[in-house]
């Protein structure tokens, strides 16, 4: 059975800045069906999470909780590989149409509320936090850090998948593409290993790790031929730095 529940809590201490950033981030995610963010299973995506299982030592079984799951674009695939998914979301909109696609096929917890000031109840009860293309959303990744750290067992790993701000095709992507705005997506240019791992530091969140991957657009990678290629051309070292995608790693010691 799949189960939602919506968490309203109050902090004292949380800025009026913070509030209204979360409010545009939901009208931005919620005013039209993102086909960015529409569930598909395909290798351009199986590939991202195969990448987040490896990296972060991820096995079926485990607990794991997905910040900004959205619509389940990644949700569902990772509940597929057997792991026991929870998502969270601030937006009810998102996490109402994450049931519509499940449409009961796997066993989910949903919760929409903020990852700074989580639940109470869910506070060291998960193996792993993950995130795909998250991290730049967030307001404060270092808040949002220790709310993520709360979330953990001891010995409980964070996998966060993101935009490598040194790659060019993300700047033609947010500047042409309906629907994308720079006032939303500018967080990509905090995405770069020093200011994660700093982070992450700060929540106390050891052990950080981080490498780059990607090579081909969705279109291409989606060929039969597609993953051999991208294999091939991810060892050039003259382009490794500019890499599309960027996996951070952290865990509670």
């Given at each position: 059975m799949t189960r939602v529940r919506r968490e309203v809590r109050s902090n004292p201490q949380?800025?009026?800045?913070?509030?209204?950033?979360?409010?545009?981030?939901?009208?931005?995610?919620?005013?039209?069906?993102?086909?960015?963010?529409?569930?598909?299973d395909t290798p351009y995506l199986r590939r991202h999470v195969d990448?987040?299982?490896?990296?972060?030592?991820?096995?079926?079984?485990?607990?794991?909780?997905?910040v900004g799951c959205g619509m389940g674009?990644?949700?569902?695939?990772?509940?597929g590989r057997g792991l026991r998914m929870t998502g969270l979301d601030l937006s009810s909109v998102l996490l109402d149409r994450l049931l519509d696609f499940n449409a009961g096929k796997h066993d989910l917890a949903l919760v929409c509320a903020d990852v700074e000031t989580p639940p109470a109840e869910l506070l060291g009860t998960f193996d792993a936090v993950v995130g795909f293309f998250t991290l730049h959303h967030l307001v404060d990744v270092e808040r949002s850090m220790h709310g993520v750290r709360a979330l953990l067992k001891p010995g409980g790993r964070v996998v966060f998948l993101e935009p490598n701000p040194l790659n060019p095709l993300y700047y033609l992507q947010v500047t042409f593409t309906p629907g994308m705005s720079w006032s939303a997506e500018r967080g990509m240019l905090r995405m770069r290993p020093g200011p994660i791992a700093g982070a992450m530091a700060a929540a106390g969140l050891g052990d950080f790790g981080f490498e780059r991957f990607g090579f081909l657009p969705p279109f291409l990678a989606n060929l039969r031929w597609g993953g051999r290629a991208?294999?091939?051309?991810?060892?050039f070292p003259w382009w490794r730095a500019n890499l599309p995608f960027?996996?951070?790693?952290?865990?509670?010691?």
């Open positions: 949380a800025r009026d800045e913070t509030h209204l950033y979360n409010a545009r981030q939901r009208a931005y995610f919620e005013r039209s069906m993102k086909k960015t963010m529409i569930p598909v990448e987040a299982i490896r990296f972060g030592g991820l096995e079926a079984g485990e607990r794991v909780l997905e674009r990644y949700t569902l695939l990772l509940a991208e294999a091939a051309l991810e060892r960027q996996l951070f790693r952290g865990r509670v010691p």
